[in-house]
């Protein structure tokens, strides 16, 4: 199966007057193949938006970026040309529809311009035929309504429309459901995964919800602190995950079958952004901490996953 | 039970509306006690009406009528010094850690002040505010800060210490959590599960998040529209849950897979979600609605829910029945007037939702029409119409057989074998994925059927006849399927929607089971049944015809014993089915839980959605006429 986006390396540094204050993502590889889907999954600021942030070639100019980001036949996209590439081949549906879509302007006006941009002949049609494929039963009143008159999941079914005009190779979710009721973000996970069956393109699935995550991907990456610590088929790091912090997470999911008050609760926070972090970033609130753990942790292969920690490589 | 230290009685909430004079109703007439020590968790999502209902309970809202009373006495209607010493056992934490602390204010601050509000003297809030911050897991290094130097979790604790400060009995928790990571969100659980232990708190907890309900809770109230669609221990509504929406919620909770799967779409549980938006995955053309629809009056039997229906040993209510049979909608329409009406599973009255065979009857109708126009000869075989059909079983088959079920086809219908012809014809319709190289399209299936005996003689269902039949009407009249159906079913009985049928990778409609509508307007085309072919004041179908169904096939014809079980002296004709029941009702039926049904007698028509989690069984299907024949009896 071909590969369609592989990021290898890749590490963004803010800098303010020539200085570095700090360093977000600190070295990320993901790899995503042909009509699969890859879940990012992570707690607030570990860098996941970063890094969509960083494929879309939208970082700003604060930012450093090192590090390869082949796409495709494109080879490394870090240095090309992105507004060729951005909104045609990769494209991006956000965490709130509301703000994504300029209040001041109809879905169809919007959407139009879209296509206009894309090339798309006989336009209408082409609308019509989109929103009727993400499963919006009335185009015609979808095209002529002001996003503030639709509910947040036609909202959040126009965007997907938008996204989908040109046919992208890889489409990036980041949030795609978050702002939405369980059962409605339930319908529009189950929409985008006929819509991928149908349509074929690659996904980057990125979610703090570990299970809107385990339900819409093949693969998951577990991002902790702007790093990896874990990748691997879906099924296998939800069945037995490796890294203590993966673990950790997944014990943390409250349910009706665990015991009231027993929760795994990991200690602490997620370091700021702004600490220097030395070694392994989940150090300080692993219960399996060492002292070789001062250093950074080499990724090591177990079975299929891939997991940065020193616990489990020794 | 331990003793009852709060009792919700008759809670109604109603937020006048501009241009309606009845207002909103957000909280409808709820009632509940809470016990000692026990969780009580609300689960719902925006606009259910959960917090409004926990202001009201906790006199932050005045609610429009019904009250609470806290510990034996009311909060409605007393002195403004009783009324603070009453809330005095009320404690609050809510969503926004941030938000509910002041800015200004430090750590020490925001907890002593409701300690100060209290009276209590400054050595002895030193003393209780140290004591909070331990047992809220904060270093007393952190009075000092104010709350934008704290992270989400810490604003937490302190707002907890806060809720806690004045000792309340009951504390209400509004989404406590559902602005923490999750690894803190964790620790905020475990928090304040241990400190109600510790203080034998009672826990109002509200959330959207039904694995934080049911992680703290002793009891679930499961709230959809201002009302509590079901009630139970924790275990009872997990484990056997009993509405639709609650089965829904655990579904998706669940961390079932969304993989959208084109070999089990027609099955539980993506059945819930495909069976609403085939148009996403399958390719479909419009039937189009009327421009000028079919209005329906509205007066809704309030009687309908309390009606009791036995079935299969057991006893239900109509809601019971409903949400037991995996119910997507119904509508009823009783001599004109729509009387009952209801929507699960995310459907309204505006969505569309697959007709499975119901699509069939529609077939039916259509026929009727052409026949009365002389466009074709129902007696004719069906190769007489489509050449190619030549060598077939069709060659010597007749569309009225085919309209009747008898032609005699070499055609499994086991909607679970993959190696049946039913399979391959869902494989040549586009509705599961197809590998074989071969039955591409519909039209090359239908070529490949033979005969098994001679047609006429005995009642055999087989899909492929109405897929042959949408075939021969759209070559004979050279206009496609959905078109015939706009023009003489569709607009002229006055639907108020867009239909859609599927069609194959050719652009043939799938005539066995593609059409989407909504549920009024399947509904309205049962109308026209019950009304002899008549809409508008116009005969859209010959009465003839509609006669001539309810009147059933001939005797002639041999049944099949599980038409015989289910329906004494019943039959197949005109892609309906008649009861012989003592009402002459006569229906039209898909998998998976999809019916029209007509009762004559009562004037009655239901139009029903379901998304069953297997195609066709006898127990379903005996509910179902159970149902039916309740309702059309009241």
Same mark, same amino acid.
Request: hydrophobic share 40%; proline share 4%.
């Given at each position: 199966?071909?590969?369609?986006?592989?990021?290898?390396?890749?590490?963004?540094?803010?800098?303010?007057?020539?200085?570095?204050?700090?360093?977000?993502?600190?070295?990320?590889?993901?790899?995503?193949?042909?009509?699969?889907?890859?879940?990012?999954?992570?707690e607030?600021?570990?860098?996941?938006?970063?890094?969509?942030?960083?494929?879309?070639g939208?970082?700003?100019?604060?930012?450093?970026?090192?590090?390869?980001?082949?796409?495709?036949?494109?080879?490394?996209?870090?240095?090309?040309?992105?507004?060729?590439?951005?909104?045609?081949?990769?494209?991006?549906?956000?965490?709130?529809?509301?703000?994504?879509?300029?209040?001041?302007f109809?879905?169809?006006?919007?959407?139009?311009?879209?296509?206009?941009?894309?090339?798309?002949?006989?336009?209408?049609?082409?609308?019509?035929?989109?929103l009727?494929?993400v499963?919006l039963r009335?185009?015609?009143?979808?095209?002529?309504?002001?996003?503030?008159?639709?509910?947040?999941?036609?909202?959040?079914?126009?965007?997907?429309?938008?996204?989908?005009?040109?046919?992208?190779?890889?489409?990036?979710?980041?949030?795609?459901?978050?702002?939405?009721?369980?059962?409605?973000?339930?319908?529009?996970?189950?929409?985008i995964a006929?819509?991928?069956?149908?349509?074929?393109?690659a996904?980057?699935?990125?979610?703090?919800?570990?299970?809107?995550?385990?339900?819409?991907?093949?693969?998951?990456?577990?991002?902790?602190?702007?790093?990896?610590?874990?990748?691997?088929?879906?099924?296998?790091?939800?069945?037995?995950p490796?890294?203590?912090?993966?673990?950790?997470?997944?014990?943390?999911?409250p349910?009706?079958?665990?015991?009231?008050?027993?929760?795994?609760?990991?200690?602490?926070?997620?370091?700021?952004?702004?600490?220097?972090?030395?070694?392994?970033?989940?150090?300080?609130?692993?219960?399996?901490?060492?002292?070789?753990?001062?250093?950074?942790?080499?990724?090591?292969?177990?079975?299929?996953?891939?997991v940065?920690?020193?616990?489990?490589?020794? | 039970?331990? +003793?009852?230290?709060?009792?919700?009685?008759?809670?109604?909430?109603?937020?006048?509306?501009?241009?309606?004079?009845?207002?909103?109703?957000?909280?409808?007439?709820?009632?509940?006690?809470?016990?000692?020590?026990?969780?009580?968790?609300?689960?719902?999502?925006?606009?259910?009406?959960?917090?409004?209902?926990?202001?009201c309970?906790?006199?932050?809202?005045?609610?429009?009528?019904?009250?609470?009373?806290?510990?034996?006495?009311?909060?409605?209607?007393?002195?403004?010094?009783?009324?603070?010493?009453?809330?005095?056992?009320?404690?609050?934490?809510?969503?926004?850690?941030?938000g509910?602390?002041?800015?200004?204010?430090?750590?020490?601050?925001?907890?002593?002040e409701?300690?100060?509000?209290?009276?209590?003297?400054?050595?002895s809030?030193?003393?209780?505010?140290?004591f909070?911050?331990?047992?809220?897991?904060?270093?007393?290094?952190?009075?000092?800060?104010?709350?934008?130097?704290?992270?989400?979790?810490?604003c937490?604790?302190?707002?907890?210490?806060?809720?806690?400060?004045?000792?309340?009995?009951?504390?209400?928790?509004?989404?406590?959590?559902s602005?923490?990571?999750?690894?803190?969100?964790?620790?905020?659980?475990?928090?304040?599960?241990?400190?109600?232990?510790?203080?034998?708190?009672?826990?109002?907890?509200?959330?959207?998040?039904?694995?934080?309900?049911?992680?703290?809770?002793?009891?679930?109230?499961?709230?959809?529209?201002?009302?509590?669609?079901?009630?139970?221990?924790?275990?009872?509504?997990?484990?056997?849950?009993?509405?639709?929406?609650?089965?829904?919620?655990?579904?998706?909770?669940?961390?079932?897979?969304?993989?959208?799967?084109l070999?089990?779409?027609?099955?539980?549980?993506?059945?819930?979600?495909?069976?609403?938006?085939?148009?996403?995955?399958l390719?479909?053309?419009?039937?189009?609605?009327?421009?000028e629809?079919?209005?329906?009056?509205?007066?809704l039997?309030?009687?309908?829910?309390?009606?009791?229906?036995?079935?299969?040993?057991?006893?239900?209510?109509?809601?019971?029945?409903?949400?037991?049979?995996?119910?997507?909608?119904?509508?009823?329409?009783?001599?004109?007037?729509?009387?009952?009406?209801?929507?699960?599973?995310?459907?309204?009255?505006?969505?569309v939702?697959?007709?499975?065979?119901?699509?069939?009857?529609?077939?039916?109708?259509?026929?009727?029409?052409?026949?009365?126009?002389?466009?074709?000869?129902?007696?004719?075989?069906?190769?007489?119409?489509?050449?190619?059909?030549?060598?077939?079983?069709? +060659?010597?088959?007749?569309?009225?057989?085919?309209?009747?079920?008898?032609?005699?086809?070499?055609?499994? +219908?086991?909607?679970?074998?993959?190696?049946?012809?039913?399979?391959?014809?869902?494989?040549?319709?586009?509705?599961?994925?197809n590998?074989?190289?071969?039955?591409?399209?519909?039209?090359?299936?239908?070529r490949?059927?033979?005969?098994?005996?001679?047609?006429?003689?005995?009642?055999?269902?087989?899909?492929?006849?109405?897929?042959?039949?949408?075939?021969?009407?759209?070559?004979?009249?050279?206009?496609?399927?959905?078109?015939?159906?706009?023009?003489?079913?569709?607009?002229?009985?006055?639907?108020?929607?867009?239909?859609?049928?599927?069609?194959?990778?050719?652009?043939?409609?799938?005539?066995?089971?593609?059409?989407?509508?909504?549920?009024?307007?399947?509904?309205?085309?049962?109308?026209?049944?019950?009304?002899?072919g008549?809409?508008?004041?116009?005969?859209?179908?010959?009465a003839?015809?509609?006669n001539?169904?309810?009147?059933?096939?001939?005797?002639?014809? +041999?049944?099949?014993?599980?038409?015989?079980?289910?329906?004494?002296?019943?039959?197949?004709?005109?892609?309906?089915?008649?009861?012989?029941?003592?009402?002459?009702e006569?229906?039209?039926?898909?998998?998976?839980?999809?019916?029209?049904w007509?009762?004559?007698?009562?004037?009655?028509?239901?139009?029903k959605?379901?998304?069953?989690?297997?195609?066709?069984?006898?127990?379903?299907s005996?509910?179902?006429?159970a149902?039916?024949?309740?309702?059309?009896?009241?």
């Amino acid at each position: 199966m071909s590969t369609v986006l592989k990021i290898s390396h890749l590490e963004v540094d803010f800098e303010i007057n020539g200085v570095i204050t700090n360093t977000p993502l600190r070295g990320i590889n993901l790899e995503i193949k042909a009509g699969k889907t890859l879940g990012i999954v992570g707690e607030t600021g570990c860098g996941k938006t970063l890094t969509a942030t960083a494929i879309m070639g939208l970082l700003p100019s604060s930012a450093i970026q090192r590090g390869e980001i082949e796409f495709g036949n494109h080879g490394d996209i870090t240095k090309a040309d992105m507004a060729d590439i951005r909104g045609s081949e990769i494209t991006m549906i956000f965490q709130n529809p509301q703000s994504a879509f300029n209040p001041i302007f109809s879905i169809g006006a919007q959407l139009t311009m879209v296509a206009q941009r894309r090339g798309i002949s006989d336009i209408p049609a082409t609308l019509t035929a989109r929103l009727e494929s993400v499963g919006l039963r009335d185009p015609k009143r979808v095209l002529e309504s002001y996003p503030h008159q639709l509910s947040g999941g036609m909202l959040q079914r126009a965007m997907i429309a938008m996204a989908l005009l040109s046919s992208p190779t890889l489409l990036i979710a980041d949030e795609p459901t978050t702002a939405l009721d369980a059962t409605i973000g339930d319908h529009v996970l189950t929409l985008i995964a006929a819509l991928q069956k149908r349509e074929g393109f690659a996904m980057l699935f990125i979610s703090h919800d570990v299970t809107a995550v385990a339900k819409t991907s093949d693969e998951i990456a577990v991002i902790y602190a702007g790093r990896v610590v874990e990748t691997g088929p879906t099924s296998e790091v939800m069945k037995s995950p490796q890294h203590p912090y993966t673990q950790g997470l997944l014990g943390a999911i409250p349910s009706a079958e665990k015991a009231r008050g027993t929760l795994v609760a990991i200690p602490g926070n997620v370091p700021s952004v702004l600490t220097n972090i030395k070694g392994c970033a989940f150090a300080d609130r692993c219960s399996l901490q060492m002292d070789k753990c001062a250093q950074e942790p080499p990724t090591v292969q177990i079975g299929k996953q891939s997991v940065a920690c020193w616990a489990v490589n020794s | 039970m331990s +003793e009852v230290v709060m009792q919700i009685s008759q809670v109604t909430k109603v937020f006048p509306l501009r241009d309606s004079k009845v207002g909103f109703k957000a909280v409808d007439s709820i009632s509940i006690d809470l016990h000692k020590g026990e969780v009580l968790g609300v689960v719902g999502e925006s606009g259910s009406g959960k917090s409004t209902l926990a202001r009201c309970a906790f006199g932050i809202t005045e609610p429009t009528s019904g009250g609470t009373t806290i510990l034996g006495e009311s909060l409605v209607g007393k002195s403004r010094k009783a009324t603070r010493e009453l809330r005095a056992n009320l404690g609050f934490v809510f969503q926004d850690p941030a938000g509910s602390i002041n800015p200004r204010m430090s750590v020490y601050d925001a907890i002593a002040e409701p300690l100060m509000l209290a009276g209590m003297d400054s050595a002895s809030i030193d003393t209780r505010v140290n004591f909070l911050m331990d047992r809220v897991g904060l270093a007393s290094s952190q009075l000092s800060r104010k709350s934008h130097e704290l992270s989400g979790g810490q604003c937490q604790r302190v707002a907890i210490a806060r809720a806690l400060a004045t000792n309340p009995k009951i504390v209400l928790l509004d989404e406590p959590t559902s602005s923490l990571d999750l690894s803190v969100q964790a620790q905020i659980l475990n928090l304040l599960e241990e400190l109600r232990r510790d203080f034998d708190l009672t826990y109002f907890l509200i959330s959207h998040n039904l694995d934080v309900v049911s992680h703290l809770s002793d009891r679930v109230a499961v709230m959809k529209d201002g009302v509590f669609v079901e009630v139970g221990t924790t275990r009872q509504v997990i484990d056997t849950p009993k509405h639709p929406f609650t089965r829904e919620l655990i579904r998706v909770y669940s961390g079932a897979s969304c993989e959208f799967d084109l070999d089990t779409w027609q099955d539980g549980p993506l059945n819930r979600w495909a069976f609403q938006n085939v148009s996403t995955f399958l390719p479909t053309k419009v039937i189009a609605a009327s421009p000028e629809p079919l209005s329906l009056d509205i007066e809704l039997d309030a009687n309908l829910d309390a009606i009791t229906i036995d079935v299969a040993d057991s006893t239900y209510t109509l809601p019971e029945l409903l949400a037991d049979v995996d119910t997507d909608s119904i509508v009823v329409v009783r001599k004109g007037v729509l009387v009952y009406e209801k929507y699960f599973n995310g459907m309204t009255p505006d969505s569309v939702h697959l007709l499975q065979s119901v699509s069939k009857s529609i077939l039916g109708a259509l026929y009727a029409v052409m026949a009365e126009r002389g466009v074709i000869d129902i007696d004719k075989p069906i190769a007489f119409y489509l050449p190619e059909l030549v060598g077939s079983v069709y +060659e010597a088959a007749t569309i009225a057989q085919a309209l009747d079920m008898t032609v005699a086809i070499n055609f499994s +219908e086991d909607y679970s074998d993959p190696q049946s012809e039913m399979a391959r014809l869902d494989r040549a319709a586009g509705w599961r994925t197809n590998t074989t190289g071969h039955d591409l399209g519909l039209r090359s299936f239908l070529r490949t059927m033979t005969a098994s005996g001679e047609h006429g003689k005995a009642y055999q269902y087989c899909s492929a006849n109405t897929d042959v039949l949408a075939w021969l009407i759209s070559e004979v009249t050279q206009t496609p399927y959905q078109d015939l159906l706009t023009r003489y079913i569709w607009q002229p009985m006055g639907a108020h929607d867009d239909a859609s049928v599927i069609v194959d990778r050719e652009g043939l409609s799938v005539g066995n089971g593609g059409i989407s509508c909504t549920t009024r307007d399947l509904a309205r085309f049962g109308l026209l049944i019950v009304n002899g072919g008549r809409a508008n004041g116009e005969q859209v179908i010959p009465a003839a015809w509609v006669n001539a169904t309810f009147a059933g096939a001939s005797a002639d014809v +041999e049944s099949a014993d599980y038409l015989q079980a289910l329906h004494p002296g019943g039959s197949y004709k005109n892609k309906w089915w008649i009861t012989a029941g003592a009402s002459r009702e006569i229906f039209g039926v898909g998998i998976y839980g999809q019916y029209v049904w007509v009762d004559p007698t009562s004037e009655t028509v239901i139009a029903k959605f379901s998304s069953l989690p297997i195609p066709v069984d006898g127990v379903h299907s005996r509910k179902h006429m159970a149902l039916f024949r309740a309702i059309c009896a009241q």
